[in-house]
């Protein structure tokens, strides 16, 4: 009997290292499975990082362009409020122009009036230096051009299209 408890002593001790082999098989291949979820896992949720990073930039990016074009609109109507102004400063700058030409006009024929009735004596009264002053403009072809001529500058004139 010693022989066959021997054995069963023997086969026991193989029985036994085989188990603790496959239990040893079994803890790595239950550790690499772990690791293996743990890695999907971790790449599952840089994924998804990664997606929500591109979304705030693409909504970032979509709210920068809404910006810009706010901009370029307020741009767009503050050249064309600038373009109106100028415009009409132009407008106003030809008619001060012309209007300062027709005071120094109208200056001249009151000094020329004046002129005229201190020279003359007191009988000759305001109509016969009117008359003298009209002969005077109209042989003058210069004063001619300023006579009675109305204001033609407007703001549309200047606009290039």
Partial sequence: MATSSGNSTGSTQILNSGSEE??????????KRKRMLSNRESARRSRMRKQKHLDDLIGQVAQLKKENNNILSNINLTSQQYANVEAENSVLRAQMIELSQRLQSLNEILSYINSNNNNNNNNNGVFETHHHYQEDMMNNSWNLMYVNQPIMASADMLYQY
Avoid: A, F, G, N
């Fill in 22 to 31: 496959d239990l040893q098989v079994s803890m790595l291949d239950e550790r």
